[in-house]
């Protein structure tokens, strides 16, 4: 389990510190950032996993959040995977159509996660900047680029549907 310790001080002035259990760190980093879009500042962040405490570089959390659109790219990148060709398509017009719209669903996937990627580098990025000599910092940035990895893998193999799929239009 991840704690992360938090100290604020709220749009009122007044020092506030939290600590809270978290299952992912993607959830803790999205907490800050809502802290942030709320107009609280961050004075500090901690998380403690496993006995290691790692302290955040504030500057990284803007108040833009991504968890959101890194659970809905998994989640539409999931029913994408699992969505195969309705056997109840018995002619050409419908194959097609059902290719064609498999095709615009890669569009939007290639886009979406490219936009993903450049949020994530960016983030990684700012850890990078902010943090560098600091202790722990870079199991932060470690857990960006594995997410990045993550991301380019899954952004490849949408292309390579992409084409396959613009291969069968054509050729039906």
Not at 121 to 147: F, N, W
Request: contains cysteine.
């Amino acid at each position: 389990m991840i704690f992360l310790l938090l100290t604020t001080v709220d749009t009122q002035h007044q020092l506030r510190e939290f600590r809270c259990q978290i299952d992912q760190l993607e959830v803790g980093f999205d907490l800050l950032s809502g802290i942030v879009a709320q107009g609280e500042k961050l004075l500090s962040a901690r998380i403690i996993d496993e006995g290691q405490s790692l302290k955040l570089p504030l500057e990284a959390f803007d108040g833009t959040p991504f968890l959101k659109a890194i659970q809905e790219l998994e989640s539409e990148w999931q029913a994408i995977l699992s969505e195969f060709p309705p056997a109840t398509l018995s002619n050409r017009s419908e194959r097609k159509q059902w290719i064609s719209q498999q095709v615009r669903r890669y569009e939007v996937k290639m886009i979406t996660l490219q936009l993903t990627l450049d949020r994530l580098k960016e983030i990684r990025q700012r850890a990078r900047d902010m943090a560098p000599a600091a202790s722990g910092s870079s199991s932060v940035i470690t857990h960006y680029s594995a997410l990045i990895d993550r991301y380019e893998g899954q952004l490849i193999k949408a292309q390579l549907l992409y084409e396959l799929a613009l291969k069968r239009m054509n050729t039906r």
